[in-house]
């Protein structure tokens, strides 16, 4: 089991930058990925960014290229996003999600259903 623990969220104006933290702990591995993905109220989760642990290729949504920026600390098993340039429609719950097994190219990180484990979500409101 992987336990995931987000951190960072809040509320911002617009404009505005947050980290967001997310911890693993438990049997974590090194040769999967990790993603961020997010839900507005009354939309469907949404894939934002992610990266895979052996080689730090990352994949972005459209929305989140040139304002998010994902990384990893791998000692401390814990992934990083970065949000800049905050807008109205960045309000959402965030959660962090990871995979276990490796991964072959970037174009599965996008998938929800590719991931094994999920956070809780921590709330990030943008306001106008």
């Known amino acids: 089991q992987v336990q995931l623990v987000e951190s960072g969220g809040g509320l911002v104006q617009v404009g505005g930058s947050l980290r967001l933290s997310c911890a693993a702990s438990?049997?974590?591995?090194?040769?999967?990925?990790m993603g961020w993905f997010r839900q507005a109220p009354g939309k469907e989760r949404e894939f934002v960014a992610a990266i895979k642990w052996n080689d730090e290729r990352t994949s972005y949504a459209d929305s989140a290229k040139g304002r998010f920026t994902i990384s990893r600390d791998n000692a401390k098993n814990t992934v990083y996003l970065q949000m800049n340039s905050l807008k109205p429609e960045d309000t959402a719950v965030y959660y962090c999600?990871?995979?276990?097994?490796?991964?072959?190219?970037?174009?599965?990180?996008?998938?929800?259903?590719?991931?094994?484990?999920w956070g809780q979500g921590t709330q990030v409101t943008v306001s106008s």
């Open positions: 438990g049997r974590t591995s090194s040769s999967g990925a």
């Open positions: 999600a990871s995979r276990s097994a490796p991964i072959t190219g970037i174009a599965w990180l996008a998938v929800g259903a590719a991931y094994n484990y």
